[in-house]
């Protein structure tokens, strides 16, 4: 059995769901080459699956890196901030 990550060259953040807030606004402040990154896995990863083929088919000296971490230091700042903005809004509800 293959590891997803090289299988597909996908890193484990590029797994998170973009369409929560948090993921969402953490891409945005991420530098241009982190999200050109991140799409380009993301489309390797599709057309691979698409072909059934391994990136080792392709690439198999290519050096991986399925835990590096660019997008957690800001997905947990901005929910350090959005639960901290929450305990100071409690007096309103």
């Not at 597909?8 to 945005?28: C, F, H, M, P, W």
């Not at 072909?51 to 929910?79: H, N």
């Amino acid at each position: 059995m293959y590891n997803l990550s090289l299988i597909s060259g996908l890193r484990y953040e590029d797994l998170l769901n973009e369409q929560e807030t948090t993921v969402k606004e953490a891409i945005s402040y991420a530098p241009p080459e982190v999200q050109t990154a991140r799409t380009r896995r993301l489309k390797r990863a599709t057309d691979l699956n698409f072909k059934r083929k391994s990136l080792l088919d392709y690439a198999p000296d290519m050096k991986l890196e399925p835990f590096k971490m660019d997008l957690e230091e800001d997905i947990q700042k901005i929910q350090a901030r959005d639960s901290e903005l929450a305990e100071l809004n409690m007096h309103n509800k």
